[in-house]
């Protein structure tokens, strides 16, 4: 059972190069989620998608763009990649049950995905 | 707004020693509140969730809705949990989908 997988694992990009990380799962979840991690900043919600045609910003959303393709697959791009985007990058999934106590899932993440903007 | 605070950045404890990994948290409704950690060269994975009221490798955390907390603890501390630990909250039944952490507790335990 491969869970989430994220692909590239690692990519070196030039400021304004653009490039999209794409996450894929197989556990049938209904919500995804695409999070930067920074030393000392913790992990920040870049965007998210609630169900399969939805997608909402998260706290960090300036610089990305996101589309959820179907229900298994959520990629994030950068359109025009600068130095401060340089991080690694954490896709996730959960399934949740609206309108039940204990309704929120347990989040299931990718390896992560590291990238370096030069 | 959403929002969770953990203050310590590192924790270190010698081994048997107590825990605590403090989090306090901000959300108007009746949030889901969760820790997650991250061992070395693993994914982030669950430990907890408030909801269960369990315990896990020996930790616990109890939602203290009037304090706005959800304090990790462990009465002994072993080698292996040396990790990064983080508290995370969601909304509830009927709460945002989104999905916010804390800015991380790395926790050293010594020998």
């Known amino acids: 059972n491969a869970g989430v997988t994220q692909t590239p694992k690692f990519q070196v990009l030039k400021t304004g190069q653009s490039m999209t990380l794409q996450c894929a799962q197989d556990?049938?979840?209904?919500?995804m989620y695409w999070y930067r991690q920074d030393p000392g900043m913790g992990l920040r919600l870049i965007y998210y998608?609630?169900?399969?045609?939805?997608?909402d910003k998260g706290e960090v959303p300036n610089g990305y763009n996101v589309s959820r393709l179907n229900k298994r697959e959520f990629s994030l791009r950068l359109e025009s990649a600068a130095p401060s985007q340089t991080s690694v990058y954490f896709c996730?999934?959960?399934?949740?049950?609206?309108?039940?106590?204990?309704?929120?899932?347990?989040?299931?993440f990718g390896e992560g995905s590291r990238l370096t903007v030069l | 707004a959403q929002r969770v605070t953990q203050p310590e950045k590192l924790l270190s404890v010698f081994k048997g020693a107590p825990v605590e990994l403090k989090c306090n948290y901000s959300?108007?409704?009746?949030?889901?509140l969760f820790w997650y950690v991250q061992y070395s060269r693993q994914r982030l994975q669950l430990l907890l969730r408030?909801?269960s009221r369990e315990s896990i490798k020996g930790f616990t955390a109890d939602l203290n809705k009037g304090e706005t907390s959800f304090h990790l603890k462990k009465p002994f501390a072993q080698e292996e949990d040396s990790a990064m630990y983080y508290c995370?909250?969601?909304?509830?039944?009927?709460?945002?989908?989104?999905?916010?952490f804390g800015t991380g507790t790395r926790l050293k335990v010594l020998a």
């Open positions: 998608s609630a169900s399969e045609g939805t997608t």
């Open positions: 408030h909801i």
């Open positions: 995370a909250l969601s909304g509830g039944a009927s709460g945002t989908y989104k999905y916010i």
């Open positions: 996730a999934s959960s399934v949740r049950t609206p309108g039940l106590a204990g309704a929120t899932g347990e989040l299931f």
């Open positions: 959300y108007s409704g009746s949030p889901e």
């Open positions: 556990m049938n979840h209904n919500s």
